[in-house]
C-alpha cells in the first residue's frame, strides 16, 4: 500500500513545480471538501495525496482557468479542458464514483479514510 501511494505521490509532484496562489488552492480546498460530503466519498488515509491531488487541480485552474484533472497525460490540455471530460470532477466520477486519483474515495475503498475535511498543518 505505502509503495503505491508513494509512487501515485511522486506523479503527482512532478508536474507541481510552479507557484499556486493560495486563494486558488483554498477554493479548490473546498471544493473538494464540499463534494465530499455531497457525494459520501472521502478522502485518502495519507493526507500528501489529496494535498497532491488538490494542488495539481489548482495549478491547472490557474494556468488554464479550469480544474483538469492532473493525474493523466494530455497532448493539448486547452482542448481537452474544452471537451470538459476531465474537468473535476470528471465523468467517471460523477457517473460512477470512480476517482483514479484517490481525492474522492467510496466507504469500501482500502485507502479510504473517515475524513471529508482537508486541513493543512
Ligand atoms: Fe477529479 Fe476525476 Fe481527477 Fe478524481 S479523477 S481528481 S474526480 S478529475
Redesign the pocket.
Known sequence: MLKTLNLFKLKIQMTSNIEIHSKVIESMRQFAENYAKSTNTYFCVDLDVTES?IQG?SKNKQLFGA??????YYDNKEDEISLAY?????V??RERK????M??LTPENEFSSTKQVFQTE
Open positions: 491531488v487541480l480544474p483538469l484533472c492532473p493525474c493523466r476531465w474537468n473535476c470532477p470528471c467517471p466520477m470512480e476517482c483514479h486519483c481525492l474522492f
